[in-house]
């Protein structure tokens, strides 16, 4: 009971409840988009869109003169809209790829945002507008109007992602196809780069726009380690990110001097180097441990193999073979003492006698099995 007591006067405290419903619903809405920009190798865009919207930011506050959260991602949303819109236009209008589009829009927006707030920074009502901290987050500021407004914007997404969801599990892996169908493709691409900039913006003012493109590429990064399926990928992506807003949001409270935005981001990098360690499959210790499997067959088989000829050659399956011999026919063997306790664990082979092997019935039956299997394949 002490933990839940703990977690219950934790969640009573007013700025860390804002905090982690925040960083719950960033977490679940980048997850679940991230994941769709990943399949649609879009991955990078995130970055390209957190960064454009500097200057979207510092424009809606010099025009505007508030620094409500409302007026300020807004403009963050219209100028990362447009960035992406250019992205698309440069691209589709000119022999400029998709990574060098996207790095000319970065350097240029991002250049521009802070040229805007340098200029905000001199004049004298800018009263230290505090528009720095969409650059590297500060979780701490969010208000609980800050947390609906992430709340309704994430559920419309999240919405149109159900409602749409046959039409973008066609579109994202095959495109032509979806043409095909009559799916309007051009729609659905830009529908699918709108709502990222909508789920990267309500984002920043917890990440920030450095960090940002992190919270939309690291949950569907891990996610893709660990299954095949788009649904399954999706609500992995969602989770993740949740756990890592969660997870990262609590540590921040507990540490003094933490910062909440690179610390959810660090949770996240977390999960994908533990998803390309320990994921099955995919992952890189499992891959491993799966080699080392492998190799440990072939030569059990090849082993088996090799006493099933000797065997032949004598015309009797039951011919005791000394160590000697058995070494000589397998001299690139480097473990065949456990090769060959392996076979005896397995009742293929013997010992009638100290040094010497016998092939068992079981292990002449097995053997021959391994042969047609062979023959069949070549």
Same mark, same amino acid.
């Given at each position: 009971?002490?933990?839940?007591? @703990?977690?219950?006067? $934790? +969640?009573?405290?007013?700025?860390?409840?804002?905090?982690?419903?925040?960083?719950?619903?960033?977490?679940?809405?980048?997850?679940?988009?991230?994941?769709?920009?990943? $399949?649609? %190798?879009?991955?990078?865009?995130?970055? /390209?869109?957190?960064?454009?919207?500097?200057p979207g930011i510092a424009l809606a506050f010099l025009f505007s003169g508030s620094k409500s959260s409302l007026i300020l991602l807004t403009g963050a949303a219209l100028s990362g809209w447009l960035a992406t819109l250019f992205?698309?236009?440069?691209?589709?209008?000119?022999?400029?790829?998709?990574?060098?589009?996207? =790095?000319?829009?970065?350097?240029? +927006? +991002?250049?521009?945002?802070l040229v805007l707030l340098t200029f905000i920074q001199k004049r004298p009502d800018a009263a230290q507008a505090g528009l720095d901290k969409f650059l590297f987050g500060q979780a701490a500021t969010l208000m609980a109007e800050d947390v609906r407004i992430m709340a309704i914007l994430s559920g419309l997404v999240f919405a149109?992602?159900? $409602?749409?969801?046959?039409? +973008?599990?066609?579109?994202?892996?095959?495109?032509?196809?979806a043409e095909s169908l009559g799916f309007p493709t051009r729609r659905l691409d830009v529908l699918l780069l709108s709502m990222l900039v909508i789920t990267i913006v309500i984002g920043l003012q917890t990440v920030g726009v450095v960090l940002m493109s992190a919270m939309v590429v690291a949950p569907a990064a891990?996610?893709?380690?660990? /299954?095949h399926r788009l649904e399954?990928?999706?609500?992995?992506?969602?989770?993740? =990110?949740? @756990?890592?807003?969660v997870v990262g949001s609590l540590a921040s409270s507990v540490v003094p001097r933490l910062p909440t935005g690179p610390t959810i981001?660090?949770?996240?990098t977390i999960l994908v180097l533990f998803s390309l360690l320990f994921a099955p499959a995919r992952g890189i210790l499992w891959n491993w441990f799966m080699q080392k499997r492998n190799?440990?067959?072939?030569?059990?088989q090849i082993a088996?193999?090799?006493?099933?000829?000797?065997?032949?050659?004598?015309?009797?399956? %039951?011919?005791?073979?000394? $160590?000697?011999?058995?070494?000589?026919?397998?001299?690139?063997? /480097?473990?065949?003492?456990?090769?060959?306790?392996?076979?005896?664990? %397995?009742?293929?082979?013997?010992?009638?006698?100290?040094?010497?092997?016998?092939?068992?019935p079981a292990g002449v039956e097995a053997a021959r099995k391994f042969r047609q299997s062979r023959e069949g394949k070549a």
């Open positions: 009971m002490e933990g839940l007591d @703990i977690l219950i006067h $934790l +969640f009573r405290d007013y700025t860390l409840r804002n905090v982690l419903l925040g960083a719950l619903i960033l977490g679940g809405i980048s997850g679940v988009l991230g994941a769709l920009a990943l $399949l649609r %190798r879009q991955s990078l865009l995130g970055d /390209t869109i957190s960064h454009a919207a500097l992205m698309l236009q440069v691209v589709r209008s000119s022999r400029i790829k998709d990574d060098t589009a996207l =790095g000319l829009v970065l350097s240029v +927006f +991002f250049g521009f945002g149109v992602v159900l $409602l749409l969801w046959k039409e +973008f599990k066609v579109f994202l892996f095959d495109t032509g196809f891990a996610a893709r380690q660990w /299954t399954r990928m999706v609500l992995l992506s969602g989770a993740f =990110g949740m @756990i890592a807003g981001v660090v949770v996240a190799q440990k067959e072939i030569h059990v088996l193999l090799t006493l099933l000829e000797l065997a032949e050659h004598h015309h009797d399956f %039951r011919h005791q073979h000394s $160590l000697q011999v058995i070494q000589a026919a397998l001299p690139r063997n /480097t473990h065949l003492k456990r090769t060959l306790q392996e076979l005896r664990e %397995r009742g293929w082979v013997d010992e009638p006698r100290k040094g010497y092997l016998s092939l068992t």
